[in-house]
């Protein structure tokens, strides 16, 4: 079946643009993560939703990250005023089961920062 | 603070070798704990997964990881390495008793020599 997709795989955006990243999760699954890996390091916590809860946004980095999940299916993250800094691989990840079940991992969105 | 450590950053181990791949955890209440892989070039993959019950778990390509409660630990193991399993491999555990948080260790890069 189809896994967790993300779109686009690649960006290009100059310091101070606004960028949209999309992530499809995997039909019925109730939990979306977002991470951040940057180059050769580990993965970041972002933000998660599960179901209709509030998300638990407590790894965003700033306040110029932000995450809608619409319908309980799709989401986009959203960086404001990009930095050099955000210049890292975004992960979205899906999971069936809450805390206790395996994350199905899309392929990311390499994003760039120039 | 919770937290989840991999002391390695880079493992080497001949082809036909055990492997063992170590994690460490601090968190409260009862842990939940992954394995993921890294392959070159591709998305994240689950593992295994502890969750309660039996110490050692088994997964997916012949890897197996053992929950020690009283270290805290809950290390990797593979009997007989394949060249094939030179990835990136990562730690993760649920944190919170009330969401689904989860925190990655740093990764440790395990290269397997025929």
């Known amino acids: 079946g189809a896994g967790v997709s993300q779109s686009p795989s690649n960006k290009v955006t100059e310091k101070g643009k606004d960028v949209e990243l999309r992530c499809d999760p995997i039909?019925?699954?109730?939990?979306l993560y977002w991470y951040r890996q940057s180059l050769g390091q580990g993965l970041e916590f972002l933000i998660y939703f599960q179901g209709n809860s509030a998300p638990d946004k407590s790894g965003l980095p700033s306040d110029r990250f932000s995450a809608e999940r619409t319908g309980g299916s799709v989401s986009t993250l959203t960086i404001q005023r990009t930095q050099q800094e955000d210049s890292a691989v975004y992960l979205c990840?899906?999971?069936?089961?809450?805390?206790?079940?395996?994350?199905?991992f899309g392929p990311g969105t390499r994003l760039l920062v120039l | 603070a919770q937290s989840v450590a991999q002391p390695e950053d880079q493992v080497n181990v001949a082809e036909g070798n055990p492997l063992t791949v170590k994690c460490t955890y601090s968190?409260?209440?009862?842990?939940?704990l992954f394995w993921y892989v890294q392959y070159p070039n591709r998305g994240l993959q689950f593992l295994l997964k502890y969750i309660t019950g039996d110490n050692l778990v088994k997964g997916s390509y012949g890897f197996e990881a053992e929950f020690n409660k009283s270290q805290t630990s809950f290390h990797l193991k593979k009997p007989s390495a394949l060249v094939s399993d030179s990835a990136l491999y990562f730690c993760?555990?649920?944190?919170?008793?009330?969401?689904?948080?989860?925190?990655f260790g740093a990764g440790t890069r395990l290269f397997v020599k025929a």
């Open positions: 039909s019925g699954h109730t939990a």
């Open positions: 993760a555990v649920r944190v919170g008793t009330g969401g689904f948080k989860t925190i």
């Open positions: 968190v409260s209440g009862n842990p939940y």
């Open positions: 990840a899906s999971s069936a089961e809450g805390g206790g079940g395996a994350q199905y």
